[in-house]
C-alpha cells in the first residue's frame, strides 16, 4: 500500500526557515505529481505547492517566493522549502498524490506553527 509520511514541523519565529519531508513507501514518487497542502484551524484546507512528473512546479500566490517544492528521486522524498514563515502559514501540512481523492485518508501530517 502506498504511504506518504510527512516530517520536518515545528515552531519557529517569523522570519524563519523550516524544511518539511514527504518520505514515500510502496510506491516511487518519481512517478506521480505531487502536492503540499496545508490546513490552518478554522480554514480550508489548501494547496500551496505543487511538482508534475516532469518537475515543473507551481505556487500558491501566498507562498510564492518563499516556498520551494523539490523531491530527491534516488531518496524517494519530496520536500518543502519554508523561508521567510509568517504566522499566516501556522498550519498542519500534508504531502499528496494530486491524483488522490480529498476522501482518501490525510494522515497526520506535521505542524507548523509560527509566532513571536
Known amino acids: 500500500q502506498v504511504q506518504l509520511v510527512e516530517s520536518g514541523g515545528g515552531s519557529v519565529q517569523p522570519g524563519g526557515s523550516l524544511r518539511l519531508s514527504c518520505a514515500a513507501s510502496?510506491?516511487?514518487?518519481?512517478?506521480?505529481?505531487l502536492g503540499w497542502y496545508r490546513q490552518a484551524p478554522g480554514k480550508q484546507r489548501e494547496l500551496v505547492a505543487g511538482?508534475?512528473?516532469?518537475?515543473?512546479?507551481s505556487y500558491a500566490d501566498s507562498v510564492k517566493g518563499r516556498f520551494t517544492v523539490s523531491r530527491d528521486n534516488a531518496k524517494n522524498i519530496m520536500y518543502l522549502q519554508m523561508n521567510d514563515l509568517q504566522p499566516e502559514d501556522t498550519a498542519v501540512y500534508y504531502c499528496?498524490?494530486?491524483?488522490?481523492?480529498?476522501?482518501?485518508?490525510w494522515g497526520q501530517g506535521t505542524q507548523v506553527t509560527v509566532s513571536s
Open positions: 510502496g510506491t516511487l514518487l518519481s512517478i506521480f505529481a
Open positions: 511538482i508534475n512528473i516532469g518537475d515543473k512546479t
Open positions: 499528496r498524490d494530486l491524483a488522490w481523492p480529498a476522501s482518501r485518508d
